[in-house]
């Protein structure tokens, strides 16, 4: 079983950064998958950023190409998404998700794919 937990949520005007961390429990994180996504009022959670086990393999959707970037320190049991460049459109809870995975060369980018999820984490980018 492993937890999650999110933090570094807040509002940040537009054109503002924000760090995301998501700290899991247990002792193997690097043989965790790990993504991060994203739902906002009213719409369906959506895929925002996958990183496989050790870092060798990251997937970014679209909207958030060039502007976010995914990291993981698996010393510290951690995984971190950093955001520039915001826009209001990015506000939306962000959620964290983790799955096992004995590769190196895979990043999950669907839901159905993770088993286990955080709280989540509020973002909101003001204009």
């Known amino acids: 079983q492993v937890q999650l937990v999110e933090s570094g949520g807040g509002l940040v005007q537009a054109g503002g950064s924000l760090r995301l961390s998501c700290a899991a429990s247990g002792r193997t994180f690097g043989s965790y998958a790990m993504g991060w996504f994203r739902q906002a009022p009213g719409k369906e959670r959506e895929f925002v950023v996958a990183i496989s086990g050790r870092g060798g393999s990251t997937y970014y959707a679209d909207s958030v190409k060039g502007r976010f970037t995914i990291s993981r320190d698996n010393a510290k049991n951690t995984v971190y998404l950093q955001m520039n460049s915001l826009k209001p459109e990015d506000t939306a809870v962000y959620y964290c998700?983790?799955?096992?995975?004995?590769?190196?060369?895979?990043?999950?980018?669907?839901?159905?794919?993770?088993?286990?999820w955080g709280q989540g984490t509020q973002v909101t980018v003001s204009s």
């Open positions: 998700a983790a799955r096992q995975s004995p590769s190196d060369h895979t990043a999950y980018t669907a839901q159905y794919q993770y088993d286990y």
